[in-house]
DNA sequence: TTTATTTGTTACACTTACTGCAACAATTAA
DNA sequence: TTAATTGTTGCAGTAAGTGTAACAAATAAA
């Protein structure tokens, strides 16, 4: 699954969520809604857990539901919850290269490069919340 | 080989062909120098031959060169040239959802705001000529 | 206590994609 | 005719991704 289905992934089932709140919903319940796996839907929810976007809860009555305000949670913060690597991470050629070269130079060149564009990227992400996503769905 | 990869290796290439120019060099050497396989390279530079930013000739005294200046040369025309899929695209997951159910339209949602930031970058990238990168290594 | 439900995680078979390299026809100049 | 070079295809080996099942741990209800 590639970051970008898991960050749309993601923001759909929170978006469940924000419906559904203050009631616990079950993965299998999201997974029907979105089209998903509830196993691998689990995983997604569960790195959300860990980083405090949404509680999860065991037993009868458990499932999952939004630990913040949709207002307080922004496109940025999900996508850092789901994603080891960071943001749209791009890759240069690290091997066969002697130091100090034009190549090797280059690949620094462009580390700092994709470094740029990552934050340009993560700045964009972060001025977007959950809220505003339900706000502008809703109003189409 | 990833899109960023091949970028960087692109201009690692047309680094080399811009130092030799007017001289024609032949793949396997501009493999050599940049640690990369020459029947790789080929393809790499085949293409861009194809979108006119170096020429190429088969014979003894064949090889690549620049068709262009370099500082004619874009990073944005450069990827364009050898990558099909637009500028570091991202997808979503489009099967196994309701026509006109939230997860459809958070797909749209989606589609855009990866589209947009698709622009951002180019634009970025445009702004980027072979002949400012060479002068800026240089000076490192 | 027992039962039912749900999360969190692992495992696995299957497929797909990637990789590095070799091979070779076509082209071109010596 | 020979040698060098591009352009492209193929291929074996490896890595990565996919979709799903399975099950222990946790929890609440019966």
Redesign the pocket.
């Known amino acids: 699954?590639?970051a970008s289905?898991k960050l749309s992934t993601s923001v759909k089932a929170l978006c469940y969520l924000a419906k559904a709140y203050p009631k616990?919903?079950?993965?299998?319940?999201i997974a029907a809604a979105i089209g998903i796996?509830?196993?691998?839907l689990?995983?997604i929810?569960?790195?959300l857990?860990?980083n405090g976007i949404v509680e999860?809860?065991?037993?009868?009555?458990?499932?999952?539901k939004l630990k913040k305000q949709s207002s307080e949670i922004d496109l940025q913060e999900i996508y850092c919850a789901i994603e080891d690597r960071k943001a749209f991470h791009l890759d240069v050629r690290k091997d066969s290269i002697k130091k100090n070269s034009l190549p090797e130079k280059l690949n620094f060149y462009f580390l700092d490069l994709f470094a740029e564009v990552q934050v340009d990227i993560e700045d964009k992400m972060k001025k977007i919340t959950l809220q505003s996503i339900i706000n502008k769905i809703n109003n189409n």
């Open positions: 699954m590639s289905t616990p919903v079950s993965s299998s319940e796996n509830s196993s691998k689990r995983m929810l569960s790195m857990a860990k999860s809860n065991s037993g009868t009555t458990g499932g999952f």
